[in-house]
């Protein structure tokens, strides 16, 4: 089993800024790509942004220019750097990522219980 735990959720105002962190740990023999999902109330839960584990990173329209991706291999621990927040980015924010066990077993998808941002106007 992983586990991820999700911190730096907050109240902030608007153009301010947070920093997200998520660190996996457990059975891990690699983590493939990294990502972190939001969901508002009403709302279903849609992608902010994905990190692999090489290559380019993906981002949402919505937070493209704002948001920053990263991740720390050796720590197993991926960001998201939030800045210019505005009051429509107010969710709970969840951290996925894709771990392989071992070798020869299909990798599987994991979830962080999130951590709540609140942008206040």
């Known amino acids: 089993q992983v586990q991820l735990v999700e911190s730096g959720g907050g109240l902030v105002q608007a153009g301010g800024s947070l920093r997200l962190s998520c660190a996996a740990s457990?059975?891990?023999?690699?983590?493939?790509?990294m990502g972190w999902y939001r969901q508002a109330p009403g709302k279903q839960r849609e992608l902010v942004a994905a990190?692999?584990?090489?290559?380019?990173?993906h981002y949402a329209d919505s937070v493209k220019g704002r948001f920053t991706i990263s991740r720390d291999n050796a720590k197993n621990t991926v960001y998201l750097q939030m800045n210019s927040l505005k009051p429509e980015d107010t969710a709970v924010y969840y951290c996925?990522?894709?771990?392989?066990?071992?070798?020869?077993?299909?990798?599987?998808?994991?979830w962080g219980k999130g951590t709540l941002v609140t942008v206040s106007s």
């Open positions: 996925n990522a894709n771990v392989k066990h071992a070798i020869g077993l299909r990798a599987m998808d994991y």
């Open positions: 457990g059975s891990i023999f690699r983590i493939n790509a």
């Open positions: 990190i692999p584990t090489g290559g380019s990173t």
